[in-house]
């Protein structure tokens, strides 16, 4: 097995917003990003499906401590569904089950039907899902064509917006908890219709606080490794905490920072009294996220180690 040298690997701390093409999985795209970076460490906030494209967080060094904060963000997605067809896996790689003719479906029809999606519901996973059972990943047991039964998880859609329809394509717009399968989604959409539905295409344009319009193709990043060295490739990196905006920022003296370092809880002035917080030494030096205890002091969770 080739090992890398760790002389030749840097270490880089921040987020790349990657566009992910289609066709690869999120750890191919994961190691290319890593490989291009020489970074030391990295790792990724909730895979996209190989078929998918769109916003894959790539978490770089030190970022990799909260990249478990993104995997829980709500995420939002374009979809092109193709009404009228059932596959295997929910998507266009599986295989076809069912044809049905998909000539009544009206707008109106498939608005009243994605209605009944909002909010709070239960969805069962798919097969062809990274979900394990027993220890096993369901879509290694899907391959040797075994189903389990699985249970269903509560998850939340906040909106459903119907793009457009030019049958047998519709095109809908997604915003969802974390753990929404949109594949599921879009067969029980098709399944209550009549018709059956699958995913023609997939592109996921939010993660948390990051959108679409700040992310970088593959192509892009080899071309300004060229152009202008590994220099251009750490300026496209976003701050550490730049995915945990939605929390408040904690400020410590020296001396709080000193002990919180030493894994102790300190008290802080003026800080919130419940949930988690970004802690900073002084205005700026992010340090890593902290919890607020009952006692109201300050707890360090996960800490960055930047020498």
């Known amino acids: 097995m080739a090992r890398h040298h760790k002389k030749n690997q840097r270490r880089v701390n921040g987020i790349l917003l990657l566009d992910k093409p289609a066709g690869l999985t999120s750890n191919a795209a994961l190691q290319k990003v890593k490989q291009l970076y020489r970074a030391r460490k990295a790792g990724h906030t909730g895979s996209l499906d190989p078929l998918a494209s769109g916003l894959l967080p790539v978490c770089l060094g030190e970022a990799t401590k909260v990249s478990a904060f993104l995997l829980d963000a709500d995420k939002h997605y374009w979809v092109s569904c193709k009404l009228g067809e059932r596959t295997s896996t929910a998507d266009a790689e ?107 295409d997939l592109r996921r344009l939010g993660v948390g606080p990051y959108d679409a319009s700040s992310m970088v193709s593959l192509e892009t990043l080899e071309r300004l490794l060229v152009q202008g060295g590994e220099a251009a490739l750490d300026e496209l990196l976003l701050p550490m905490e730049s995915g945990l905006s939605q929390w408040p920022g904690v400020s410590l003296t020296g001396d709080a920072a000193f002990y919180l370092r030493q894994g102790q809880p300190v008290l802080v002035p003026h800080a919130p009294t419940a949930g988690w917080v970004r802690l900073y030494e002084g205005e700026t030096r992010f340090l890593g996220v902290g919890e607020i205890l009952d006692d109201g002091r300050v707890a360090p969770r996960r800490l960055l180690n930047l020498g």
């Open 94 to 200: 599986g295989e076809l089950i069912e044809s049905r003719p998909v000539a009544g479906v009206t707008e109106q029809q498939l608005r009243k039907v994605m209605d009944g999606y909002l909010g709070d519901i239960e969805q069962i996973p798919p097969m062809y899902s990274a979900v394990k059972h027993q220890g096993q990943r369901l879509y290694k047991l899907a391959r040797q064509g075994i189903e389990v039964e699985r249970a269903a998880r509560q998850i939340t859609i906040h909106e459903l917006n119907l793009l457009g329809l030019v049958p047998p394509l519709a095109e809908i717009d997604v915003r969802c908890s974390k753990g929404t399968y949109v594949r599921t989604l879009v067969e029980d959409i098709g399944a209550e219709l009549g018709c059956g539905a699958h995913v023609a």
